[in-house]
């Protein structure tokens, strides 16, 4: 009997300290503040000009990327035009249509909108181009927060694909 009193008074003792009246202090001016996305994405993007992005020239903007210079000669060189157009429809083609906005934008006349340098370096390094290239960042934000897939083309496939894109008016 002593033993189970002894345990009663135990357990009983164990039940008034868990439900005793425990008071939390309350810090004063603790505060979480954060950034909206909507204003990260603000400062990411540059403003609207009121020109599409797939559609605005720019001439001067060589991209982010492996390419820093690229020769084009005068003439285009047919034999790797039809290489690089094997390799645009073999990869390409899923997300990009000649002469239609698709699910990326259309590759006709892009050499009259950028610079070869640029366009080899949103073949190549795509991912580098949307983080870093204020351009391909708006060309996400256009083509609907559809970024281009890397395809890990070699630079000579990605410069054949170029030639192509100088066949196509």
Request: charged fraction near 25%; proline fraction near 5%; include cysteine.
């Amino acid at each position: 009997m002593k033993k189970s009193l002894i345990h009663f008074s135990i357990v009983l003792s164990l039940l008034l300290l868990g439900c005793g009246e425990k008071k939390e202090k309350e810090s004063e001016g603790f505060k979480i503040e954060r950034q909206s996305s909507q204003a990260e994405s603000k400062s990411a993007i540059p403003e609207d000009t009121g020109v599409k992005a797939s559609e605005r020239v720019d001439l001067t903007n060589k991209g982010v990327g492996p390419v820093a210079s690229v020769n084009l000669d005068a003439e285009i060189n047919q034999e790797m035009a039809a290489q690089g157009e094997a390799v645009y429809n073999q990869m390409c083609l899923a997300c990009h249509r000649i002469g239609k906005k698709f699910i990326g934008p259309a590759p006709n006349g892009i050499l009259e909108r950028r610079t070869p340098e640029w366009v080899m370096n949103m073949i190549l390094a795509p991912e580098k181009m949307v983080k870093e290239d204020p351009l391909a960042k708006e060309l996400l934000v256009e083509f609907n927060g559809s970024p281009m897939a890397n395809q890990n083309l070699t630079e000579e496939q990605a410069r054949a694909v170029l030639e192509y894109f100088r066949t196509l008016k």
